[in-house]
């Protein structure tokens, strides 16, 4: 169902038209439903100024993109957290678990 988005056609009224779907799309992805509703959440507010000056065609693929982003996102920030989290305790060096150091 493709959403016309006019200015007065209200993003608002697009938006609720089709948050369960993308609700449902970033459950599917991620499996955490505070995520997945983080995830509809920073779409909707980053495709906002957008819609707002006219830039986008199709609102309802936007916003599936937006979500899908920001799903990938948030994998991203938490891989490079691990990543950096590792570099510090000195993990990834070794090829074992530190925990096991002095048993």
């Known amino acids: 169902m493709k959403v016309e988005t006019a200015p007065g056609n209200g993003f608002e009224a697009v938006y609720r038209a089709r948050a369960t779907p993308l609700l449902r799309l970033a459950l599917l992805l991620c499996g955490s439903r505070d995520q997945a509703e983080d995830a509809v959440a920073e779409a ?10 006219g830039t986008i065609d199709d609102l309802e693929a936007y916003l599936r993109r937006a979500v899908v982003n920001a799903i ?18 000195g993990d990834d060096r070794t090829g074992h678990d530190q925990s096991d150091v002095g048993h």
């Open 72 to 89: 990938t996102d948030s994998f991203r920030s938490r891989g490079r957290a691990r990543d950096r989290t590792r570099r510090r305790s």
């Open 44 to 53: 909707v507010a980053r495709s906002w100024g957008r819609w707002e000056t």
